[in-house]
């Protein structure tokens, strides 16, 4: 309430002035008349009727179409042959027949859910009938006749949901990882993101910058006028101190979120035949690489996706690390192996003991960290490598390798679960796309901008734009603030019937 009357004070106070700029208008009038999503569902409101195959493709047991917009009440009159709108959400048996031939297609159930309280907002149904092609083929082809109808674009129903205030951009970004979860972490993190945690953060964040741009810009019209506080300013810079801090501890997350959603991309590097493909193959629990007494058989990078302890690894076998070798093929591979190590959250370094140390009395932490540590400094990696990080293997077999309680399993599991994917909880939400950790810093840039204009004295005018900018950075990442291209980029990788 505040906000809006400060806001529309300012509206009159600049209207009288006539100091209202294009860039002035277009904000004031995106706060004080229709939101985003409201200005999004008077447009949706007009869209044609959706349909589309929502459940899995193939012969199944049950198949779900869902239907969508103005005319879905259509499919209840005219293809499950209803006088009348049945109870919503509850399911009817009914015969379906083909609205112009009256041919009788399946026997199936039918859901009405009437809008707003349905998944897109708008009026909507459900068919679920026998998974055979030949009946979805059937039920799709008698939906086309009837009018105003069209079959969904990939992700359509979940953008509508968007557009209808059902769900925000982290909320939907959510939805799509859980669909494509692999592991049990990614679908918990998912899953979270989806309810809404990460949305209630930044949407936090985003009242605080409202209520600080509506304190500032009551301050520049009515400070004259003895009608503002005199502390005001102070407030609202405690307020923004305390929004940075809390912005750039979540940003200092050591992008556990990203990688847990994205996979930890593990590196296996030795020197040639030692047991690297084996390792690999044994951690992927088949024969994914080619393995021979022959050193040099490995050439290039082979990049498998595994879940490890339920987490996503990504993991890579490359070429034997060594400077003496004519063949062209396998310097080039002995660079791609280097580079990918660069880039790796994880290096597992693969040593032959029995070549190396005759004796296992030999094998003393002095001499084993300056072996790896050779290793290390080679690759320019900057990781710290003990006896405690190691483990005993048989690669010939695999079988100590699987007994083992050190195991390269469990060490790849131990350091997922400790630092490098976190643990997703509802109280501390983890950061997951790339695209919010960009928003997010930029939002910061413009919080430093606003206290490095307002300690110098500098025009508060300018300041206040700057805490306009950090608002809508953030309001882009929960779509409050969007563009067609924002949103073209995250709903590309739904599939049809989402």
């Known amino acids: 309430m505040v906000f809006r009357i400060a806001i529309q004070l300012r509206y009159y106070r600049l209207v009288q ?71 919503p959400r509850q ?33 909507s149904c459900e068919l679920q009938i026998h998974g055979g092609p030949a009946v979805v083929s059937a039920v799709l082809t008698a939906l086309s006749k009837l009018p105003g109808y069209r079959p969904a674009e990939a992700g359509e129903f979940t953008k509508r949901a968007f557009h209808g205030g059902k769900l925000d951009l982290t909320e939907v970004e959510g939805l799509a990882d859980l669909i494509h979860a692999d592991t049990e972490a990614q679908r918990k993190q998912a899953l979270i993101q989806m309810e809404g945690n990460l949305s209630h953060l930044y949407n936090s964040w985003r009242e605080t910058l409202i209520k600080s741009v509506a304190h500032v810009e009551a301050f520049i019209d009515f400070s004259e006028d003895e ?30 979120g990203e990688r847990l959603r994205d996979g930890v991309r593990t590196v296996i590097v030795g020197e040639p035949n030692v047991g690297k493909s084996s390792l690999l193959n044994v951690l992927c629990q088949r024969p994914a690489a080619i393995v021979t007494p022959v050193a040099g058989t490995t050439r290039d990078v082979v990049e498998l996706h595994v879940n490890i302890g339920g987490y996503p690894v990504i993991i ?19 660079l791609r192996a280097h580079a990918y190590a660069q880039k790796a959250d994880l290096v597992i370094l693969v040593i032959d003991a029995a070549k190396y140390v005759a004796q296992m009395e030999k094998m003393s932490s002095v001499y084993f960290d300056s072996y790896v540590n050779s290793y290390i400094n080679e690759l320019q990696l900057h990781s710290i490598a003990t006896r405690n990080n190691t483990f005993e293997s048989e690669c010939l077999t695999g079988e100590k390798l699987l007994r083992t309680e050190g195991s390269a399993g469990n060490i790849v599991d131990e350091v997922c679960g400790s630092g490098k994917c976190g643990n997703p909880s509802r109280e501390n939400p983890c950061l997951t796309q790339s695209r919010y950790r960009r928003h997010l810093t930029d939002c910061v840039a413009c919080l430093d901008e606003y206290f490095k204009v307002s300690s110098t004295g500098g025009d508060t005018v300018l300041a206040a ?33 989402k």
Not at 49 to 54: C, D, E, F, G, R
Not at 246 to 256: T, W, Y
Not at 469 to 497: M, N, P, W, Y
């Open 17 to 87: 002035n006539k100091r209202l700029s294009r860039d002035a208008s277009r904000w004031l009038c995106n706060r004080t008349s229709f939101s985003s999503c409201q200005r999004h569902r008077m447009k949706y409101s007009l869209a044609s009727t959706i349909y589309a195959l929502s459940s899995g493709h193939g012969k199944c047991g049950v198949a779900v179409i869902r239907i969508s917009g103005p005319n879905a009440a259509e499919t209840i009159i005219n293809i499950a042959k209803l006088k009348s709108l049945p109870q």
């Open 227 to 256: 009608n503002i506080e005199d502390n005001v300013m102070a407030i609202v810079k405690n307020q923004l101190e305390n929004l940075k801090n809390s912005i750039q501890s979540h940003l200092a997350d050591g992008r556990c």
């Open 465 to 497: 734009q700057q805490l306009r900018k950090a608002l809508r950075h953030i309001g882009k990442i929960t779509g409050h603030v969007s563009t067609e291209q924002i949103l073209d980029v995250i709903f590309k990788d739904f599939c049809i019937g």
């Open 316 to 334: 890579a076998d490359t070429a034997g690390l060594r400077t003496e070798t004519s063949d062209e093929v396998e310097k080039e591979g002995i």
């Open 91 to 123: 399911a009817l048996l009914r015969s379906l027949k083909d609205p112009v031939t009256n041919e009788p297609l399946d026997r199936g159930l039918v859901l009405w859910f009437p809008g707003p309280k349905s998944f897109t907002g708008e009026d």
